[in-house]
C-alpha cells in the first residue's frame, strides 16, 4: 500500500492517468514518485532525490495544464525567448 507521509504531497488526477509525488520520510530529503496510468494499466514507482522530484513534478503538471486545461505551456526555448522578447516590447525594455 502507499501511504503519503505527510501534508506536503501532491495527487494529480487526470481522465487518463493518476500522479502522486510525496515525502519517502520525515527527512524530505527523498521523495515518492507514483504514477499509473488507467488505460495500459500501469503503475511506476520512483524514489527521487528532491531535485528531480521538483522537476518531475513541473514535467507532470506542464504536460497536464497544456493536455487537459488548454492552458498554454511555453517548454521550447525557442517559444521561450519569443515571449521574452513580447514581454520586453510591452515594457519597453
Do not use: C, W
Not at 522537476?55 to 493536455?67: D, F, I, R, T, W
Amino acid at each position: 500500500m502507499i501511504k503519503a507521509r505527510s501534508k506536503k504531497s501532491l495527487i494529480l488526477e487526470t481522465p487518463d492517468y493518476i500522479y502522486v509525488l510525496y515525502a519517502a520520510d520525515d527527512t524530505f530529503e527523498k521523495r515518492i514518485e507514483v504514477s499509473y496510468i488507467y488505460m495500459d494499466k500501469l503503475l511506476e514507482v520512483k524514489e527521487l532525490d528532491a531535485k528531480e522530484a521538483v522537476l518531475a513534478l513541473l514535467e507532470e503538471v506542464g504536460a497536464a495544464l497544456a493536455e487537459y486545461f488548454k492552458v498554454p505551456v511555453v517548454n521550447e526555448y525557442g517559444r521561450l525567448h519569443a515571449l521574452i522578447e513580447k514581454v520586453q516590447k510591452q515594457v519597453g525594455a
